[in-house]
């Protein structure tokens, strides 16, 4: 596995000048930019001392020596005193001259290399697999399968339902991954700061979004992209919290591949709003409104788009053009913008804050806001021109009886628009131990405007 921590990768990195640039700006969106600035200025003085050393030097040797293909005729002592001063000044003065922010160099460099170069690279990361959402509709298949419910009542806070796309990707059988902890996806090379900021957000019932350096059970590490959300019922108690992650590791290989992944363009656009010095992985709750009108619609008349759960390798090979901002927030909302129903009553039992403020009702004499106990379906048909069609729920239930996840087209009506939009809705069967369907994950993801 390709390593993206290593103070080795960081110094490579900090050479090159399209990685050097993207933490520049990453640097400044997290209010620290002038860390990367004084390293840059300093390399840059670094080499002017190297160019002036250098002209020293060829001066000497065109004009100043016996041997000289163009020596002047300057005086012998007048000649000896100048060599011995240049002789004083390359063994001395440049040396001291080129050391003078030695030290500061050093301290500055090793503050980048802790602090701000991981959450950079967690940035980035999160940024090969945005792109993926920026293209059609084929590119969201496979978005949307890889998801577990965990039991914070629980001790240690079990895995109790999951989706065939994580029992895939982990290559752990269902009984294997259930009853247990996430944890044990972890190892030895698992960077314990994420694991903290992790366990932390945990603590404190937010949603959060990490990388984790996981293992499969063959031992082979996977960068995983984690997006975890808490889930309450009517009462405001725990009951579960919702796991959606994508194996980023299909398009990392080898150091060629960490590097590309690090110097990703931002088309000019600076890091989210909010980045704060704390975490960028860790979007702050500020940031969730503006991020809203990101993820839209849904079509009124299906378009089935079957994939085989754990299909990450295809989604995160078709790269899309977006800008860093829109990467960021599309992927975002592809996890923050879900409903939880339930299997056996297509009755929507857990939903986000954001399709509240994300849908607009068409429909505006019934109940069409998204609450616990409204069927899923009724739900869809509020928010659209027209019902949905009954290949559109046959087409739904088909492949859920039959455990499979679904990425199915509609058109929903979006704010801040209140116009129809292209949406992909993902439908991800959860299972318990016995792989029976109990929950359904539906998330929705934008197209285009219409």
């Known amino acids: 596995m390709p390593e993206f921590f290593g103070f080795t990768v960081f110094q490579t990195a900090m050479c090159n000048p399209t990685i050097a640039h993207q933490l520049l700006k990453f640097s400044e969106a997290c209010l620290c930019g002038e860390n990367m600035d004084f390293l840059a200025r ?8 190297g160019e002036i050393s250098k002209s020293i030097t060829a001066i000497q040797k065109d ?27 390359l063994s001395n003065t440049i040396p001291a001259i080129g050391s003078i922010f030695s030290d500061a160099e050093d301290e500055i460099e090793r503050l980048v290399y802790t602090d701000v170069y991981p959450r950079f690279v967690r940035h980035q990361m999160s940024l090969s697999a945005a792109k993926a959402l920026g293209g059609n509709s084929k590119a969201y298949a496979g978005l949307g ?6 039991d914070p009542n629980k001790a240690d806070g079990p895995i109790v339902y999951a989706s065939d796309g994580f029992v895939s990707v982990t290559g752990y059988s269902r009984n294997e991954v ?46 995983n992209l984690l997006y975890v959300a808490p889930l309450f019922d009517s009462h ?17 290989h080898n150091a060629s591949d960490v590097l590309r992944v690090l110097g990703q363009a931002d088309d000019g656009q600076r890091a ?12 702050p709750s500020n940031l969730e409104s ?10 009124a008349k299906a378009k089935v788009q079957e994939e085989i759960p754990g299909m990450e390798d295809e989604l995160l090979s078709r790269i899309g053009q977006q800008d860093l901002t829109t990467q960021m927030r599309t992927f975002y909302t592809a996890y923050s913008n879900f409903l939880v129903i339930n ?4 009755l929507i039992t857990f939903f986000s804050q954001g399709i509240m403020e994300l849908l607009f009702p068409i429909k505006t004499r019934s109940n069409s806001s998204p609450s616990v106990g409204v069927d899923i379906f009724k739900l869809l048909s509020n928010h659209s021109s027209a019902s949905v069609s009954r290949d559109f729920k046959t087409s739904v239930r088909d492949a859920l009886k039959a455990g499979r996840a679904i990425s199915l087209e509609m058109k929903l009506c979006a704010k801040p628009y209140m116009g129809l939009e292209n949406f992909v809705l993902h439908w991800t069967p959860l299972k318990d131990e016995a792989g029976v369907v109990k929950w359904v994950v539906l998330t929705l993801g934008r197209e285009t405007r219409v």
């Open 290 to 299: 503006s991020l809203l009108t990101t993820l839209r619609g849904v079509r």
């Open 343 to 346: 299997y056996s009553t297509f």
């Open 178 to 223: 259930i009853p247990r902890n996430c944890r044990f996806l972890q190892g030895r090379q698992t960077d314990r700061a994420a694991v903290g900021r992790l366990k932390a957000a945990l603590e404190k019932r937010e949603e959060h979004v990490e990388l984790l350096l996981n293992h499969k059970k063959s031992g082979e590490p996977f960068w």
């Open 42 to 49: 300093v390399s840059k003085y670094h080499l002017l001392v």
């Open 272 to 283: 989210p709003a909010g980045a704060d010095r704390r975490s960028i992985t860790s979007l």
């Open 63 to 89: 004009f100043l020596t016996p041997a000289s293909p163009h020596q002047v005729n300057l005086s012998e002592q007048l000649e000896a005193r100048i060599n011995f001063e240049i002789k004083q000044c």
């Open 236 to 252: 405001g108690k725990l009951v579960f919290f919702l796991g959606g992650q994508i194996n980023c590791s299909t398009t990392v």
């Open 145 to 150: 399968d890889c998801f577990i419910l965990t």
